[in-house]
């Protein structure tokens, strides 16, 4: 158990739908990431937050938001759903600001979007 | 862009052999790299990393060797057991800063099955 709490774990709604993820990170941690991970893609990292405040971006779509509150828990909103977006997201946490190699993940929200 | 890539899709060896994971990144720039481990059902693990100054790191029943003139790493697994079977993903990033957001790049992984 890597300390990082996703949900839900299993998410199907259908397209132009809005979605919202959420991640409890490890306790202590302040920074969260996350990730989007499809068979074709791999990995991609989406957006990082750290104590709240929006630090880096990655391959994020304009579709979709997240939002880091003051107990450091984080989600990741995606709107107007297409059959596209169906992936594993994975939600990460680190405790020290200036690596991220100490990232733990979580075990991911599996979307479906039909 | 920045990519990260490997070799094999997958790759299958005996329990006890050891294994070796080949990953090719076409950035210069990137100073680190990191290998996750991820298991069915599981998020990725962090296995080992290494910075750019460095060629070769050890971990417990794991080796990292980098090859900055070809751009290539390698995950190597000692002796490998029946828990090793995943997918093995490297990434790659730059720019350290003071508050760790550097954005890695991801590769598409490698499935490592152990045969008994």
């Known amino acids: 158990d890597s300390g990082v709490t996703q949900t839900p774990k299993h998410l199907i709604t259908a397209t132009g739908q809005r979605v919202t993820l959420r991640c409890s990170p490890r306790s202590g941690d302040l920074s969260v990431y996350w990730y989007q991970q499809s068979l074709d893609q791999g990995l991609q990292f989406l957006i990082q937050?750290?104590?709240?405040?929006?630090?880096a971006k990655g391959n994020i779509l304009e579709r979709f938001s997240a939002q880091q509150f003051p107990d450091l828990h984080s989600e990741l909103n995606l709107s107007s759903l297409e059959l596209g977006d169906s992936a594993l997201y994975f939600c990460?946490?680190?405790?020290?600001?200036?690596?991220?190699?100490?990232?733990?993940f979580g075990q991911g929200t599996r979307l479906t979007v039909v | 862009g920045e990519s990260v890539g490997l070799h094999l899709p997958t790759l299958s060896v005996q329990e006890g052999d050891n294994s070796i994971i080949n990953c090719a990144y076409s950035n210069s720039a990137s100073d680190y790299f990191i290998w996750y481990k991820q298991e069915s059902g599981k998020g990725p693990q962090f296995i080992i990393d290494?910075?750019?100054?460095?060629d070769k790191r050890q971990g417990q029943r794991v080796t990292v060797l980098l090859n900055k003139t070809v751009k290539h790493l390698s995950l190597q697994i000692a002796a490998t057991q029946p828990g090793d079977s995943a997918v093995y993903f490297c990434a790659g990033g730059r720019g350290v800063s003071n508050f760790g957001n550097e954005k890695l790049t991801f590769g598409t992984g490698t499935r490592l099955t152990i045969i008994p």
């Open positions: 937050y750290y104590n709240g405040e929006e630090r």
């Open positions: 990460a946490s680190s405790a020290a600001p200036n690596r991220d190699t100490e990232a733990f």
């Open positions: 290494i910075r750019s100054n460095m």
